[in-house]
C-alpha cells in the first residue's frame, strides 16, 4: 500500500500488522482476541475516521472496527431506528460486530467490566441478552446469529 500523509501519524505504523488482519487458518476465538489486541492499538490512533475511510471494502481492522462493524456502521446509517436509541444515556453506543439482519452481537464500551467491553444478542431489533463474556454469548447465541 502506498503510504499517505496519514498513514505517517498511525498507531499502527512500525508495529507488526499481522494483528490488524485475519490469516485462513485462524479459528474463531483466536480471531476474536486478534481484533481485540489490533482495537486496543487503534484505540490510542488519532487517524481513525481516514483510516475508517480507507478501509471500505477492505478485510481486517480499519479505524479500530472489523469489516463486520464497519459494514453494520454502513447498515445502521439506514436502520428507521437507530441503534443508539437502546442505549442509556450516558453509556457508550453499540456497535454491530457480527451478524446479518435478524439476529446479531453488537458490543459496547463499558466501565462496568474489567476488560472495559459487553455484548448484547439483538433479535429483530431487541436486546434479547447482554453478557461480559463474549465466549459464553457464542456458545448460547453462536447458532442463531449464523443460520
Ligand atoms: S485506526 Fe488502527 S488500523 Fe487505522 S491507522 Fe490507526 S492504528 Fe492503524
Redesign the pocket.
Known amino acids: 500500500m502506498r503510504c499517505v500523509r496519514w498513514?505517517e501519524q498511525?498507531?499502527?505504523r512500525g508495529k507488526d500488522t499481522q494483528v490488524?488482519f485475519p490469516s485462513e487458518e485462524e479459528k474463531h476465538m483466536d480471531r476474536k482476541i486478534r481484533e481485540l489486541r489490533?482495537k486496543a492499538?487503534?484505540e490510542t490512533?488519532s487517524?481513525?475516521e481516514p483510516?475508517l475511510a480507507a478501509g471500505e471494502g477492505e478485510e481486517g481492522?480499519?479505524?479500530?472496527l472489523t469489516e463486520a462493524e464497519r459494514s453494520g456502521r454502513h447498515r445502521r446509517r439506514k436502520l428507521s431506528r437507530p441503534m443508539v436509541e437502546m442505549t442509556t444515556p450516558g453509556e457508550n453506543p453499540w456497535v454491530v460486530i457480527d451478524g446479518e439482519g435478524g439476529c446479531q452481537i453488537w458490543q459496547r464500551e463499558t466501565e462496568k467490566t474489567w476488560h472495559g467491553v459487553e455484548w448484547a444478542v439483538v433479535k429483530n431489533q431487541e436486546i434479547i441478552y447482554i453478557s461480559h463474556n463474549l465466549d459464553d454469548t457464542y456458545a448460547r447465541y453462536g447458532s442463531l446469529i449464523h443460520s
Open positions: 498513514m498511525a498507531a499502527c490488524f489490533a492499538i487503534c490512533c487517524v481513525i483510516c481492522i480499519w479505524g479500530g
